[in-house]
Protein backbone atom coordinates (compact mmCIF):
# COMPACT_ATOMS: atom_id res chain seq x y z
CA UNK A 1 0.00 0.00 0.00
CA UNK A 2 1.29 3.19 -1.13
CA UNK A 3 0.64 6.99 0.12
CA UNK A 4 -2.04 7.55 -2.69
CA UNK A 5 -4.21 4.12 -1.28
CA UNK A 6 -4.29 5.83 1.98
CA UNK A 7 -5.58 8.91 0.90
CA UNK A 8 -7.96 7.64 -1.84
CA UNK A 9 -9.44 5.39 1.36
CA UNK A 10 -10.13 8.11 3.21
CA UNK A 11 -11.19 10.00 0.69
CA UNK A 12 -13.83 7.04 -0.45
CA UNK A 13 -15.38 8.40 -3.31
CA UNK A 14 -18.59 7.30 -4.95
CA UNK A 15 -20.45 7.33 -8.42
CA UNK A 16 -18.79 9.05 -10.90
CA UNK A 17 -15.78 10.39 -9.20
CA UNK A 18 -14.56 6.64 -8.98
CA UNK A 19 -13.61 7.03 -12.36
CA UNK A 20 -10.55 10.19 -11.01
CA UNK A 21 -8.60 7.83 -9.90
CA UNK A 22 -5.52 8.12 -12.26
CA UNK A 23 -6.32 11.32 -12.58
CA UNK A 24 -5.87 11.93 -8.53
CA UNK A 25 -2.62 9.88 -8.38
CA UNK A 26 -0.71 12.05 -10.67
CA UNK A 27 -2.03 15.14 -8.75
CA UNK A 28 -1.16 13.58 -5.49
CA UNK A 29 2.37 12.26 -6.30
CA UNK A 30 3.29 15.97 -7.75
CA UNK A 31 3.42 16.84 -4.13
CA UNK A 32 6.26 15.96 -2.14
CA UNK A 33 5.74 14.22 0.64
CA UNK A 34 5.32 16.29 3.60
CA UNK A 35 2.70 18.25 1.56
CA UNK A 36 0.87 14.84 1.09
CA UNK A 37 0.86 14.22 4.96
CA UNK A 38 -0.72 17.71 5.67
CA UNK A 39 -3.24 16.90 2.80
CA UNK A 40 -4.25 13.68 4.66
CA UNK A 41 -4.23 15.28 7.82
CA UNK A 42 -6.38 18.29 6.81
CA UNK A 43 -8.34 16.09 5.38
CA UNK A 44 -9.19 13.37 7.96
CA UNK A 45 -9.06 16.09 10.27
CA UNK A 46 -11.90 18.09 8.09
CA UNK A 47 -14.06 14.77 7.76
CA UNK A 48 -14.13 13.99 11.71
CA UNK A 49 -14.84 17.39 12.00
CA UNK A 50 -17.68 17.38 9.63
CA UNK A 51 -16.88 19.84 7.80
CA UNK A 52 -16.85 20.32 4.00
CA UNK A 53 -14.45 18.16 1.88
CA UNK A 54 -15.59 18.08 -1.83
CA UNK A 55 -16.83 15.08 -2.88
CA UNK A 56 -14.91 14.92 -5.97
CA UNK A 57 -11.31 13.38 -5.04
CA UNK A 58 -9.56 15.68 -7.49
CA UNK A 59 -10.92 18.80 -5.84
CA UNK A 60 -10.64 17.54 -2.47
CA UNK A 61 -6.82 16.99 -2.62
CA UNK A 62 -6.26 20.12 -4.58
CA UNK A 63 -8.11 22.24 -1.75
CA UNK A 64 -6.47 21.09 1.02
CA UNK A 65 -2.85 21.30 -1.04
CA UNK A 66 -2.17 25.18 0.62
CA UNK A 67 -2.90 26.64 3.89
CA UNK A 68 -5.34 29.01 3.68
CA UNK A 69 -5.17 32.40 3.78
CA UNK A 70 -6.35 34.00 6.93
CA UNK A 71 -6.82 37.37 5.67
CA UNK A 72 -8.09 39.22 2.55
CA UNK A 73 -11.50 37.35 0.17
CA UNK A 74 -11.98 33.68 -0.32
CA UNK A 75 -10.13 31.19 -2.75
CA UNK A 76 -13.04 30.83 -5.03
CA UNK A 77 -14.13 27.56 -5.80
CA UNK A 78 -12.91 25.14 -8.54
CA UNK A 79 -16.36 24.55 -9.76
CA UNK A 80 -16.50 28.32 -11.03
CA UNK A 81 -13.61 27.49 -13.80
CA UNK A 82 -15.24 26.04 -16.96
CA UNK A 83 -14.23 23.20 -19.36
CA UNK A 84 -15.50 20.41 -21.49
CA UNK A 85 -19.01 21.47 -22.02
CA UNK A 86 -19.98 23.66 -19.83
CA UNK A 87 -17.41 26.02 -21.69
CA UNK A 88 -19.08 25.15 -25.15
CA UNK A 89 -22.47 25.82 -23.83
CA UNK A 90 -21.44 29.20 -22.56
CA UNK A 91 -19.60 30.04 -25.45
CA UNK A 92 -22.76 29.45 -27.27
CA UNK A 93 -24.86 31.11 -25.04
CA UNK A 94 -22.49 34.17 -25.51
CA UNK A 95 -22.19 34.67 -21.68
CA UNK A 96 -19.10 37.15 -21.35
CA UNK A 97 -15.72 34.80 -20.34
CA UNK A 98 -12.61 35.97 -19.34
CA UNK A 99 -9.03 33.84 -18.53
CA UNK A 100 -8.43 35.14 -14.82
CA UNK A 101 -4.27 34.64 -13.24
CA UNK A 102 -4.00 32.30 -10.25
CA UNK A 103 -0.25 31.78 -9.65
CA UNK A 104 -0.49 29.06 -7.24
CA UNK A 105 -3.44 26.88 -8.53
CA UNK A 106 -2.25 23.55 -9.09
CA UNK A 107 -4.53 22.86 -12.47
CA UNK A 108 -3.64 25.70 -14.03
CA UNK A 109 -2.48 29.23 -13.73
CA UNK A 110 -4.96 30.55 -16.59
CA UNK A 111 -8.65 29.16 -15.83
CA UNK A 112 -11.67 30.41 -17.87
CA UNK A 113 -14.74 31.65 -16.01
CA UNK A 114 -17.70 33.98 -16.21
CA UNK A 115 -16.85 37.65 -15.71
CA UNK A 116 -19.75 37.38 -12.91
CA UNK A 117 -17.70 34.92 -11.21
CA UNK A 118 -14.56 37.16 -11.78
CA UNK A 119 -15.33 39.91 -10.11
CA UNK A 120 -17.66 38.37 -7.45
CA UNK A 121 -14.26 36.64 -6.40
CA UNK A 122 -12.15 39.93 -7.00
CA UNK A 123 -10.08 37.37 -9.07
CA UNK A 124 -7.47 39.58 -11.49
CA UNK A 125 -8.47 39.49 -15.36
CA UNK A 126 -5.90 38.34 -17.46
CA UNK A 127 -7.63 38.71 -20.93
CA UNK A 128 -11.15 38.74 -22.25
CA UNK A 129 -12.21 35.31 -23.66
Same mark, same amino acid.
Given at each position: ? =? ?5 ? &? ?21 ? =? ?5 ? @? #???? /? ?6 ? !?????? !??? @????? #??? +???? %?? +? ?6 ? &?? /? ?6 ? =? &? ?9 ? +? &???? !? %?????? =???? !????? #????
Amino acid at each position: M =DSFDYIW &HLLAPQGEYCRRQAACRRLWESY =DLETQRL @I #YRRI /RRKLQAGE !YVSENP !YYA @IADNS #YEP +RKPG %PA +RPPETIFL &HG /RPLFDAMN =D &HIPLVQVDIPD +R &HEGR !Y %PVCTRS =DAEK !YGLTI #YKDF
